[in-house]
């Protein structure tokens, strides 16, 4: 059915507006009683609820060309059928493109190369649709996955027996429990946590985003969560089996990534602290350039910790099978360096040290005359994506008195979510003013209110792991902030406006990325991908396919996607995904049907791999 439109007629834009209500509630209907049926079942249930749904069969399909003829012509949908992407082999079950092991095992060892990013060739990409493994289940909501996996989802038994006596994790019949223990904290990661309150004012919002390097299963950053923290977990693929994918599984922000020869993809200050436990990152080599790495992306004031050796060698060597001097000389690299970098020590207890990074380079001009010292001469701290790391420090910003904190100071979270970020204040961000930037925020408020009368699961602990793959200034992830769900913001490594800065002091985090390339995380983490002129921003940089088959990779069976772009865009996009497994319906933007930008709501289907699947 074609429905037309016209600015004089009002009555026929009403009737559209009514068929898009209805016609919503009747997908999300659908929507919900498949994700609410618990754990994912089979396509022959949404077929059964389909046939159920009473009045939704009444009504037809919307076909929002023709609102547009003017613009973008009329589609005839039958003249060209989309093409149909058949399953991967159930081999690439849990298939990282830029991380995958056989590929990893052809670079150099030295200094971690081999388990950095190393993306396949344009010949060498997947084009088939990623399977989840037989038996694959719907995750338990948050808080309950935090401490139950289904084995289903990631049947891999190695740590339970490897790290048994730590109580990483362990296997209970179809379930994998996670006591929230750890190598440095046999006791819990809530008493560990304990021990660093006492130090660190992590109860009164002051630390709000932390960074987790060698994370394991990411129960450190698991329990933070819990006390408004949100850390960013990372670890090198399968360095032990399955650590980031059970981290993931368990609805932690986590991603595959690795201290190498590489910067991180964060940008500078962003993180109120940082956290090594038994990481197992030479900190002292490289004259020290993984200790000054963390230090460019560690807030003025901000807090590293280091648990484990060589902390307390003079006790543990023997536990540890180090000879003493080895590790002395090891801890002493690391005092050199951390003074280097005007860190003073907090506190050192057991095996546990907490230094404190000084707030401007005015409590440290000894540095400045130190012929020890090399400040890095890159005009932009936050350049790092495929840039190689340097031996260099990364200079404050600077200051007008003796007690400023450089870079500014930050309110205590929640306040600082849609405070006015320093980094807007001070005009560092072209085109980014504190006008500019209080309007996307209710322009996001406003769209994010939108999403909810769209789809009612958004609140209900359905979705715990959400991306926007386009983030801006956070403005979505700010309007969603809630303590049931977390939010990857992602800024496009083209994007115009270079605002991952911005989106740390907010008290949110997120990543640089190219979406020409797969993202660092296995298959099915994220249970609903926000793409806001995703398509758009890439027109004739890559290929749309490529990036739509990287969206249903990461994507959980029965997770939803939320496309917001130009509706000739979308067109294309509803074309291709045609034939992905994904149910679509395009909708107007909330301000009605003359508005070109329009939304493309969309749900992958339910369905596993099989021993007939291709390629």
């Known amino acids: 059915m074609a429905l037309k439109t016209n600015s004089a007629d009002g009555r026929t834009r009403s009737s559209i507006q009514i068929f898009i209500v209805v ?20 396509d022959n249930l949404a077929m059964e609820i389909t046939k159920n749904t009473g009045d939704c069969n009444l009504i037809p399909s919307l076909n929002f060309e023709t609102h547009h003829g003017g613009e973008i012509g009329t589609i005839n949908d039958s003249e060209s059928k989309p093409k149909v992407f058949k399953p991967c082999h159930p081999r690439y079950t849990d298939y990282t493109p830029c991380q995958d092991q056989k590929r990893a095992m052809t670079f150099p060892r030295e200094n971690m ?106 129960s450190w950053g698991a329990y933070l969560w819990s006390r408004n923290v949100i850390a960013m977990s990372f670890a090198p693929r399968d360095s032990h089996e399955a650590q980031v994918q059970f981290a ?23 993180f109120d602290m940082a956290h090594c436990s038994r990481c197992l990152i030479p900190w002292g080599a490289n004259d020290g350039m993984y200790l000054k790495e963390v230090d460019r992306v560690l807030r003025p004031g901000g807090y590293w910790v280091l648990s484990g050796p060589p902390i307390n060698w003079k006790n543990n060597y023997k536990a540890w ?34 230094w404190q990074k000084r707030v401007n380079a005015e409590y440290c001009p000894g540095r400045r ?16 994506w495929y840039k190689k790391m340097e031996g260099c420090i990364t200079s404050y910003p600077d200051v007008s008195s003796r007690d400023e904190v450089a870079g ?53 602990g359905r979705y715990r792991s959400i991306m926007d793959m386009n983030a801006g200034s956070g403005g979505f992830a700010a309007a969603l902030e809630s303590p049931k769900l977390w939010v990857m913001n992602v800024v496009p490594t083209i994007a115009e406006k270079s605002t991952l800065g911005v989106i740390y002091e907010r008290g949110l985090i997120g990543i640089y990325h190219d979406w020409c390339e797969a993202f660092s995380t296995y298959p099915r983490t994220y249970d609903l991908i926000h793409a806001n002129g995703v398509f758009s921003l890439y027109k004739d940089k890559c290929n749309v396919e490529d990036i739509l088959l990287e969206m249903d990779r990461i994507l959980r069976p029965e997770g939803a996607i939320i496309f917001r772009d130009e509706v000739d865009v979308l067109i294309q996009v509803r074309k291709i995904v045609g034939g992905m497994r994904w ?33």
């Not at 016609?23 to 089979?42: D, E, M, N």
């Not at 309950?144 to 209970?172: F, G």
């Not at 599984?249 to 690795?258: F, M, S």
């Not at 085109?431 to 939108?450: I, L, M, P, R």
């Open 23 to 42: 016609g919503l509630c009747c997908f999300f209907y659908i929507l919900g009683a498949w994700q609410r049926s618990g754990f994912g079942k089979a």
């Open 113 to 218: 190369i081999y388990r950095e990013r190393h993306c396949p060739s344009e010949e060498g990409k997947l084009h088939c649709l990623i399977p989840a493994p037989k038996g694959y289940v719907t995750p338990f909501p948050w808080p309950k996955s935090r401490d139950y996996v289904p084995y289903a989802n990631a049947p891999y038994k190695s740590l339970t027996v490897e790290k048994a006596i730590q109580n990483w994790v362990q296997y209970e019949g179809n379930v994998f429990r996670f006591p929230g223990g750890g190598t440095q904290f046999p006791q819990g990661a809530d008493k560990y946590i304990d021990q660093l309150a006492s130090v660190i004012p992590i109860a009164n919002g002051t630390v709000r985003t932390a960074l987790d390097t060698g994370c394991g299963v990411a």
């Open 248 to 270: 993931l599984e368990r609805g932690v922000p986590a991603v595959i990534g690795v201290l190498g020869t590489i910067k991180m993809p964060y940008p500078s200050r962003a």
């Open 321 to 354: 099978q180090r000879p003493r001097e080895e590790l002395r000389k090891e801890q002493r690299k690391i005092e050199e360096v951390a003074k280097l970098l005007c860190w003073d020590k907090k506190y050192e207890k057991g095996e546990m040290a907490i």
């Open 369 to 384: 005359d130190d012929s020890k010292v090399t400040f890095c001469k890159n005009a932009d701290p936050n350049d790092v």
């Open 408 to 460: 500014g100071e930050l309110k205590a979270f929640p306040d600082r979510l849609f405070a006015v970020p320093p980094r807007v204040a001070s005009g560092s961000i072209p085109g980014v003013s504190v006008e500019t930037y209080q309007e996307d925020n209710a322009k996001w408020k406003k769209h994010v209110n939108a999403y909810r009368k769209i789809n009612k699961l958004i609140d209900s």
């Open 583 to 615: 149910d679509t319906k395009m909708v107007d933007h909330e301000d009605g049907p003359l508005v070109p930008e329009k939304i493309l709501v969309s749900v992958k289907q339910y369905w596993v791999g099989n021993s007939t699947s291709s390629q």
